[in-house]
């Protein structure tokens, strides 16, 4: 099975601070990575998918990167309601979609 | 507008039964793909189980499989996750989630606002 790891864990960051969110497969998977987004109490929400390609009505300060074995969230200027958990999902394994375990973005 | 509402969720003894549903609205359900993820309280998400759009193509975590079951009835726009043999580490919030394909990549672009499962004595 693919493992996929995330770091950092979490981060205290400030409204207009630049975010680099990083996460990591166990094995190269091309550019079957997705991004999503979930705030407390709420479902997640889809980011970008294909590792880069923003997902329509989220804003452009999200941007993805990254193939093989490394990606990254970038997050250009944090906004109030960015503050939230974050994971990559793999979705190179047929249908077996693995997520990572999460960046918790907060308040500094 | 894409709705997926989950219902069946509770509290149920260590080895019962429970049958989830998601109700689907406002897209052609029979065209999508569709995924249960679940996530323990505070804890990430997990995936359950995929199946196809016509049910022809099922896959499960190896955490429930052989206890799970996936269906659908595209009939009735809702997808059923039946759940037998509950452990205690099977509680979480279970999610249902549209799944998409673009250019041979997937995602799930719509998720329901989750149901509760407890399993306890």
């Known amino acids: 099975d693919i493992q996929m790891t995330q770091s950092p864990s979490s981060l205290s960051a400030s409204v207009g601070d630049r975010v680099t969110i990083t996460c990591r497969a166990s094995?190269?998977?091309?550019?079957?990575l997705n991004w999503y987004q979930q705030k407390p109490g709420k479902a997640p929400k889809l980011l970008i998918y294909?590792?880069?390609s923003l997902q329509s009505g989220v804003p452009s300060r999200f941007s993805g990167s990254g193939s093989g074995t490394d990606f990254t969230l970038t997050i250009s200027s944090l906004q109030p309601e960015d503050f939230a958990t974050y994971y990559c999902?793999?979705?190179?394994?047929?249908?077996?979609?693995?997520f990572g375990p999460g960046t918790k973005v907060d308040i500094k | 507008e894409v709705q997926l509402v989950e219902s069946g969720g509770g509290l149920v003894q260590p080895g019962g039964s429970l049958r989830l549903s998601c109700a689907a609205s406002?897209?052609?359900?029979?065209?999508?793909?569709m995924n249960w993820v679940r996530q323990a309280p505070g804890k990430g998400l997990e995936w359950v189980s995929y199946?196809?759009?016509?049910?022809?193509?099922?896959y499960y975590a190896d955490s429930v499989k052989g206890r799970f079951t996936i269906s659908r009835d595209n009939a009735k726009n809702s997808l059923y996750l039946q759940m037998n043999s509950l452990r205690a580490e099977d509680t979480a919030v279970y999610y249902c989630?549209?799944?998409?394909?673009?250019?041979?990549?997937?995602?799930?672009?719509?998720w329901g606002q989750g149901t509760l499962v407890t399993v306890s004595s």
């Open positions: 294909a590792a880069s």
């Open positions: 094995q190269s998977i091309s550019s079957y």
């Open positions: 199946i196809s759009s016509s049910g022809s193509t099922i």
């Open positions: 989630a549209r799944g998409r394909s673009r250019d041979g990549y997937n995602y799930s672009d719509y």
């Open positions: 406002g897209f052609t359900f029979s065209s999508y793909e």
């Open positions: 999902q793999q979705s190179y394994s047929t249908h077996r979609f693995t």
